[in-house]
């Protein structure tokens, strides 16, 4: 048995089968974590904790097999497997650092780029430990020094490539530090990054402590605290570096649980505040609903009986129609026959030339002729103030039409208005917002809107009656009319006979000519007036029958308007129990 300066004692085995147990229960937990929420951050921990672990295991073997045992092939071997494993933290600390940290775009890109390096350059350094080992890690020579320490009897001989990689590696830790105060720094994220950033710490003393205790023989007290153990302190400090940042992921994932503790909490109250939100809008919606379909179903009765009113003006109004038209071929064949007197009298004038007989008779039936034509004119002229007052009364029953035409719209806007109302009451059930103060706004305005349309629907009932009351006025006025035109009538027949008798007393009469033609041209001017006064009354009842067809039509075309508004009524009485069935499964259902 080789006789060593340094022999290997028990706490440079203990140290780093600790460490190793450490790491594989850090392993086992993140992973168990990242399986549970995928989160990056915890499968680098996962990473972190498994390179950890099979460096340590493999500072544990190689103290074993090539210390304790003094096998110094096997230990080679695991010597090997050790700084392939700490190579791939080239890989490592990059990627925990792109997980753990907040990065700006370009910062990310960059450290993306330094992830994608280091795992070529952690690659490379495994496949040179295989294809030449002489140039990194040795598995044939031994180290210079394996005869002075037994803790290094079974470490092989340290190529180039080791200090270049000892030297890129620590550049990389130099690079983490800076990115971790950079990051406390901007984002003040201590609570996470500090037991971190005080690992790396430690790993990078550890590493300094083993590189200076390798090269140096004396005590090395001014930076080591526990200068007379001889454990890898390094192990520890990397061991450490991993735990920090598993304890700083983990405070993350506890404070995470926390949170979502807290808001499960939250969403509870905040359900239980909505489910009695629900129950409101449900008690409330439902009692206005009821409210609402009653007031519809009202209104659509009104409308009905307004409807059946509407049609039976448009049937007395056709009715009215039809008796001017009566009254216009009646005034029609009253022209006509002045028409045909004027000619009569026009012969009768060439006749009455011939006239020498009868004078004083003559005279006598021309002043009666005078009288009963003056009357003639009167009963006329009163069946054209007749006529007057009914063209009044037919006005007054337009503009009441208008009026109710007016009202038709008032009760289409506020139909439209009821509608939207319904619309802002759903969109405030389905906010809920303050207890349902929006929704006791609108089932306000929904109130009045309804005493608006009662009042509506009274404005009507009275227009309608007030149309019934002009209507009845003209047909008394058109009854009266025709009575005084039918007495104009038999008035012209009196003059018909009386003409018949001045022209037989004519035949008698063959003296005083110039007498009886001035008669006669006094006659004719009458007869001119009578023909005008006819043509005038013509024009006016066929002006008349036009105004009564304009109301006839503007009844009909109400009384589509009024059916339309029925439709919309029970479209709005059928919405109202849909929404109340609605609301009745949704309760059910919550």
Same mark, same amino acid.
């Given at each position: 048995?080789?006789?060593?300066?340094?022999?290997?004692?028990?706490?440079?085995?203990?140290?780093?089968?600790?460490?190793?147990?450490?790491?594989?229960?850090?392993?086992?937990?993140?992973?168990?974590?990242?399986?549970?929420?995928?989160?990056?951050?915890?499968?680098?921990?996962?990473?972190?904790?498994?390179?950890?672990?099979?460096?340590?295991?493999?500072?544990?073997?190689?103290?074993?097999?090539?210390?304790?045992?003094?096998?110094?092939?096997?230990?080679?071997?695991?010597?090997?497997?050790?700084?392939?494993?700490?190579?791939?933290?080239?890989?490592?600390?990059?990627?925990?650092?792109?997980?753990?940290?907040?990065?700006?775009?370009?910062?990310?890109?960059?450290?993306?780029?330094?992830?994608?390096?280091?795992?070529?350059?952690?690659?490379?350094?495994?496949?040179?430990?295989?294809?030449?080992?002489?140039?990194?890690?040795?598995?044939?020579?031994?180290?210079?020094?394996?005869?002075?320490?037994?803790?290094?009897?079974?470490?092989?001989?340290?190529?180039?490539?080791?200090?270049?990689?000892?030297?890129?590696?620590?550049?990389?830790?130099?690079?983490?530090?800076?990115?971790?105060?950079?990051?406390?720094?901007?984002?003040?994220?201590?609570?996470?990054?500090?037991?971190?950033?005080?690992?790396?710490?430690?790993?990078?003393?550890?590493?300094?402590?083993?590189?200076?205790?390798?090269?140096?023989?004396?005590?090395?007290?001014?930076?080591?605290?526990?200068?007379?153990?001889?454990?890898?302190?390094?192990?520890?400090?990397?061991?450490?570096?991993?735990?920090?940042?598993?304890?700083?992921?983990?405070?993350?994932?506890?404070?995470?649980?926390?949170?979502?503790?807290?808001?499960?909490?939250?969403?509870?109250?905040?359900?239980?505040?909505?489910?009695?939100?629900?129950?409101?809008?449900?008690?409330?919606?439902?009692?206005?609903?009821?409210?609402?379909?009653?007031?519809?179903?009202?209104?659509?009765?009104?409308?009905?009986?307004?409807?059946?009113?509407?049609?039976?003006?448009?049937?007395?109004?056709?009715?009215?129609?039809?008796?001017?038209?009566?009254?216009?071929?009646?005034?029609?064949?009253?022209?006509?026959?002045?028409?045909?007197?004027?000619?009569?009298?026009?012969?009768?004038?060439?006749?009455?030339?011939?006239?020498?007989?009868?004078?004083?008779?003559?005279?006598?039936?021309?002043?009666?002729?005078?009288?009963?034509?003056?009357?003639?004119?009167?009963?006329?002229?009163?069946?054209?103030?007749?006529?007057?007052?009914?063209?009044?009364?037919?006005?007054?029953?337009?503009?009441?039409?208008?009026?109710?035409?007016?009202?038709?719209?008032?009760?289409?806007?506020?139909?439209?208005?009821?509608?939207?109302?319904?619309?802002?009451?759903?969109?405030?059930?389905?906010?809920?917002?303050?207890?349902?103060?929006?929704?006791?706004?609108?089932?306000?305005?929904?109130?009045?809107?309804?005493?608006?349309?009662?009042?509506?629907?009274? !404005? *009507? =009932?009275? +227009?309608?009656? %007030? &149309?019934? #009351?002009? @209507?009845?006025?003209?047909?008394?006025?058109?009854?009266?009319? $025709?009575?005084?035109?039918?007495?104009?009538?038999?008035?012209?027949?009196?003059?018909?006979?009386?003409?018949?008798?001045?022209?037989?007393?004519?035949?008698?009469?063959?003296?005083?000519?110039?007498?009886?033609?001035?008669?006669?041209?006094?006659?004719?001017?009458?007869?001119?007036?009578?023909?005008?006064?006819?043509?005038?009354?013509?024009?006016?009842?066929?002006?008349?029958?036009?105004?009564?067809? !304009? *109301? =006839?039509? +503007?009844?009909? %075309? &109400?009384? #589509?308007? @009024?059916?339309?508004?029925?439709?919309?009524?029970?479209?709005? $009485?059928?919405?109202?129990?849909?929404?109340?069935?609605?609301?009745?499964?949704?309760?059910?259902?919550?």
């Amino acid at each position: 048995m080789p006789e060593f300066k340094e022999i290997l004692t028990l706490s440079q085995f203990a140290i780093p089968l600790a460490c190793f147990g450490t790491l594989l229960m850090g392993l086992f937990i993140f992973s168990f974590i990242y399986f549970s929420v995928r989160d990056r951050l915890y499968f680098t921990m996962t990473v972190m904790a498994l390179i950890g672990a099979v460096f340590v295991f493999s500072e544990t073997m190689l103290l074993l097999k090539g210390g304790w045992m003094l096998d110094p092939m096997s230990g080679m071997q695991f010597h090997r497997i050790e700084q392939i494993a700490a190579s791939f933290f080239f890989f490592a600390i990059p990627y925990l650092l792109m997980n753990m940290l907040k990065m700006g775009p370009r910062w990310h890109s960059f450290n993306r780029a330094l992830v994608v390096i280091g795992l070529g350059l952690a690659l490379g350094f495994a496949a040179l430990s295989f294809i030449a080992p002489g140039l990194f890690i040795s598995v044939t020579e031994h180290r210079s020094d394996w005869l002075i320490r037994q803790a290094d009897y079974g470490r092989g001989a340290q190529g180039p490539l080791y200090s270049v990689r000892d030297a890129v590696l620590f550049l990389f830790i130099i690079y983490a530090v800076v990115c971790f105060i950079a990051d406390m720094v901007r984002h003040k994220r201590l609570r996470y990054l500090m037991p971190s950033f005080v690992g790396l710490g430690l790993a990078i003393h550890g590493a300094v402590v083993d590189i200076v205790s390798t090269h140096t023989i004396e005590s090395t007290i001014m930076y080591d605290i526990f200068p007379e153990s001889r454990h890898s302190r390094f192990v520890v400090g990397i061991t450490l570096f991993i735990l920090f940042s598993m304890a700083g992921s983990l405070r993350r994932f506890l404070d995470l649980a926390r949170s979502t503790e807290i808001a499960n909490e939250r969403a509870q109250k905040e359900a239980d505040k909505n489910r009695a939100q629900n129950l409101f809008i449900h008690d409330v919606i439902h009692a206005n609903s009821d409210t609402l379909v009653k007031h519809s179903e009202s209104l659509s009765t009104s409308i009905a009986d307004f409807t059946d009113n509407s049609r039976e003006q448009a049937a007395a109004t056709e009715e009215i129609s039809a008796s001017i038209e009566e009254i216009s071929a009646a005034v029609e064949s009253v022209k006509q026959s002045a028409d045909d007197q004027y000619a009569g009298i026009e012969g009768l004038a060439e006749t009455m030339t011939r006239l020498s007989e009868s004078t004083a008779a003559l005279g006598t039936t021309v002043t009666r002729s005078l009288s009963m034509i003056g009357q003639i004119s009167s009963n006329a002229k009163s069946g054209d103030e007749s006529l007057g007052v009914m063209n009044e009364s037919m006005k007054s029953i337009s503009g009441s039409s208008t009026e109710i035409t007016g009202i038709i719209e008032i009760i289409n806007d506020i139909s439209d208005r009821i509608n939207l109302l319904a619309l802002n009451a759903a969109i405030e059930a389905a906010r809920a917002g303050d207890a349902g103060r929006g929704f006791a706004v609108v089932a306000d305005e929904i109130g009045k809107l309804a005493d608006a349309t009662a009042g509506s629907i009274k !404005s *009507i =009932n009275t +227009l309608i009656r %007030n &149309n019934e #009351l002009e @209507i009845a006025n003209g047909m008394t006025n058109i009854a009266v009319a $025709v009575a005084r035109i039918n007495a104009i009538m038999k008035d012209i027949e009196n003059i018909v006979a009386l003409i018949s008798e001045i022209s037989a007393q004519a035949e008698r009469q063959s003296q005083a000519n110039r007498v009886v033609g001035e008669s006669t041209g006094m006659v004719k001017t009458r007869a001119e007036r009578i023909t005008q006064a006819m043509n005038e009354q013509s024009l006016a009842i066929t002006e008349i029958s036009r105004t009564v067809g !304009s *109301i =006839n039509e +503007l009844s009909q %075309n &109400n009384t #589509l308007r @009024i059916q339309g508004i029925t439709d919309s009524s029970k479209a709005l $009485v059928e919405m109202m129990s849909t929404l109340r069935g609605e609301i009745e499964k949704f309760s059910k259902g919550a």
